[in-house]
Structures are given as structure tokens and as C-alpha cells.
């Protein structure tokens, strides 16, 4: 258990500056309000928690994939213990769960900004 933490924890420290300079982000947090730019208007804040579902989306499908796969090593390496098989299985179920639950809330809340 601890083994896996750490291998994961690892995997994560390699990957956070991919995401944090990744581009896929449509500038800054705040799009409004500098020298250089207009003030700030209604629209500008929903600009805004539009870039930070799109960080938080980009995150689900980073990291719904790493426990995917640390739950399949868990199943691998279980041979005779089933406290490892059913702690992989728990976690391939749970990651994605939370995919399926991280796709819903974008769809709805796209959904809402749209009607917006």
C-alpha cells in the first residue's frame, strides 16, 4: 500500500509541470482588470470559472488514468492476498466512478453556462 502511494506520488511530481505548463489554459485566471486589459464585466467572471472547469477537466483526465492503471498493477501483483486484489478492484471502480461523476458536473454546468 504504502509502495503504491509512493510510486504514485512520484508519477504526480513528474506530471505537475506538464500540467502547469501545458497552454491549455486560455491565459490567465483573471481575464480582466490589469493595465493592459478592460475592466472587469459580468461576462469576464464566467470567462473565468470557464478556464478553471477547463483546468479541473483537464486534471480528471490526467490522473483517472493513473489510478486506472495503479488499480490493474494492484490486481497484477496480488497473486495469493485478496486484500490487494479488492484494493485494486476498489480502485479501478472508484476512479471510474469519479470520471463518470467529473464528465455529468462539466455537462450540466456547460450546459448552464450556455443558457447563460
Partial sequence: MKKSIFFIVIICAFLFPI?????NL????VPCGTSTTHDCTLCDIFIMLQT???FITLGVFIFAPIFIAAGGIMILISADTPDRLNLGKSMIK????G???AL???TM???IFNKL
Fill in 19 to 23: 500540467i502547469s505548463f501545458a497552454g
Fill in 26 to 29: 486560455k491565459g490567465p485566471l
Fill in 52 to 54: 478553471i472547469i477547463d
Fill in 94 to 97: 472508484n476512479a471510474i466512478i
Fill in 99 to 101: 470520471l463518470v461523476i
Fill in 104 to 106: 455529468l458536473a462539466w
Fill in 109 to 111: 454546468i456547460n450546459m
